[in-house]
């Protein structure tokens, strides 16, 4: 397998690669550091590669992790392709590289099956139409009381009862 060049800041992307191997050599896999030296790059994150054989998934199958677990959209899939295949494979996600730009050199073992994006998040909506949403639509509350004889008026009583106040203190 040629080498694979990996961009920086690459999101979302899954690569799917079937392992040529016995079941313990890709249990091995699990292993910290191993997935790096079949990959030919060092500071993956463990976190983001599944490695399992196909069986664990009973029903759901490759198809049903992919398009379900994944959120890969099901026109990229091809599930007589992926019905077909057996034994360990390995999932990759792009977060496994932190956002650096690496060049993989996969082991002879390793065999890419696909390339495949996530669904983003559309975080695009509708136009909301109630009256509610609508601008200067809140009720509108009348303006404070800022007449002066007013506020004089307050300023007086409040310093009445300061005098008072500090009168009876005085008394007791």
Not at 51 to 63: N, R, T
Not at 117 to 138: C, F, L
């Amino acid at each position: 397998m040629n080498d694979l060049i990996i961009t920086p800041h690459e999101r979302g992307v899954i690569r799917l690669f079937s392992l040529d191997m016995r079941p313990e050599e890709a249990k091995f896999l699990r292993e910290p550091g191993a997935v790096d030296q079949v990959l030919g790059v060092e500071g993956l994150d463990r976190a983001q590669i599944d490695i399992f054989p196909v069986s664990d998934l009973e029903d759901l199958g490759l198809y049903g992790y992919l398009s379900e677990g994944c959120g890969v959209s099901v026109d990229q899939l091809d599930r007589t392709k992926l019905e077909a295949i057996e034994g360990w494979v390995m999932v990759l996600r792009s977060a496994a590289f932190g956002d650096r730009s690496v060049t993989l050199s996969p082991d002879p073992r390793l065999h890419l099956i696909g390339l495949f994006t996530e669904e983003a998040t559309n975080w695009t909506g509708d136009v909301i139409e109630t009256e509610s949403a609508k601008p200067y639509s809140a009720p509108q509350s009348p303006p404070a009381d800022t007449n002066p004889s007013r506020i004089g008026s307050a300023v007086i009583a409040l310093l009445i009862l300061i005098a008072i106040g500090g009168a009876l203190w005085l008394i007791l």
